[in-house]
């Protein structure tokens, strides 16, 4: 199985920036979806960011014009560019990888957006 750790998360002020990376053991490039993922405390854990293995992405509605998500398959690693962030974004994000035989998700990392 392709274990996935993701990294990157941290504390931010309302409006600013982080990059989160999610490092695969092994090639995703035959994986048809790469996303994250993100739960807060009381709520279920949510979609926020897919890209399938032909690039085409997909964001919820909360998170487009602000997050971009991106994979290189050469490197084994999916990347989430996440700006004008909101405290409404603090979460823990998770990494996952989805296709016909495989459905993974990462351990989590947390990300905190102060007001």
């Known amino acids: 199985q392709v274990q996935l750790v993701e990294s990157g998360g941290g504390l931010v002020q309302a409006g600013g920036s982080l990059r989160l990376s999610c490092a695969a053991s092994?090639?995703?490039?035959?994986?048809?979806?790469m996303g994250w993922g993100r739960q807060s405390p009381g709520k279920q854990r949510e979609l926020v960011a897919t890209?399938?293995?032909?690039?085409?992405?997909s964001y919820t509605d909360s998170v487009k014009g602000r997050f971009t998500i991106s994979r290189d398959n050469a490197k084994n690693t999916v990347f989430l560019q996440m700006n004008s962030l909101k405290p409404e974004d603090t979460a823990v994000y998770y990494c996952h990888g989805n296709s016909i035989c495989y459905r993974e998700w990462g351990q989590g990392t947390q990300v905190t957006v102060s007001s």
């Open positions: 890209v399938t293995s032909g690039g085409s992405t």
């Open positions: 092994r090639s995703i490039s035959s994986i048809a979806t």
